[in-house]
């Protein structure tokens, strides 16, 4: 089944761009760390939640280590 919705971006890869705001879907948004912490500008992260339909709150995803 489709999702879609604000239950959609749940799940949905983004990277963090100026000021915090984070590209997923083609789109900007507002988001926040699940940590609190900063948000650095080309962090890959993952979307947890939405809140109130406008912020997204996201958790850091860690960069593959190189296959030796």
């Known amino acids: ?24 879907h083609g789109e900007l948004w507002r988001a926040r760390s699940t940590d609190g912490e900063e948000l ?14 406008l912020q997204l709150v996201v958790r850091r995803q860690r960069r593959a280590e190189p296959v030796p």
Do not use: K
């Not at 650095?40 to 339909?53: F, L």
């Open 1 to 24: 089944p489709v999702e879609v919705g604000m239950n959609a971006m749940v799940g949905t890869s983004g990277v963090v761009r100026r000021d915090g705001d984070v590209l997923a």
């Open 40 to 53: 650095r500008v080309g962090e890959p992260v993952e979307v947890e939640a939405v809140e109130d339909g």
